[in-house]
């Protein structure tokens, strides 16, 4: 019988994608890293265009804001759903693997039953005709 252990093991460099979590620790994702980092774009850009002086928006600068801050929550949404989505398709296809694996020892062990009562069952209709026939064979 021989097991496979599959290990998925990311390495991340604070240097590369910013100080640990004061909380937990751990240095973010890439995925977080850059959904960050096209936050940020997107909010400069965004800057840029309230700042223009050429172009008369009619935008309040309030309401600009809050659509700013409309679309970070639905970009962070939008990742965490992403996220949770690989993380399920990797739960699924553990559980999948094992499911297969338990199945083809059920049907191992189902198919050893059977060979063993179709054994028994012989065995059983052999002692029972010698019985009947006259010979002697379970000693009366």
Do not use: C
């Not at 980092?37 to 700042?51: F, G, I």
């Not at 083809?104 to 028994?120: D, K, N, Q």
């Amino acid at each position: 019988m021989t097991l496979q252990v599959e290990v998925e093991f990311e390495l991340r460099q604070s240097s590369e994608l910013g100080k640990p979590n004061k909380k937990t620790g751990h240095v973010q994702t890439y995925e977080r890293h850059d959904m960050v980092r096209h936050e940020k774009k997107l909010m400069e850009s965004l800057s840029r265009a309230t700042k223009d002086k050429n172009v008369e928006s009619g935008v309040k600068p309030e309401d600009l804001e809050k659509t700013k801050n409309a679309i970070a929550k639905m970009n962070r949404l939008l990742n965490e759903i992403r996220e949770k989505q690989v993380n399920e398709r990797h739960r699924l296809s553990i559980h999948k693997a094992v499911n297969e694996h338990s199945h083809s020892r059920m049907v191992v062990g189902s198919l050893l039953e059977t060979v063993f009562y179709i054994a028994v069952s012989g065995f059983q209709v052999y002692t029972i005709r010698k019985w009947f026939s006259g010979n002697s064979l379970l000693g009366y």
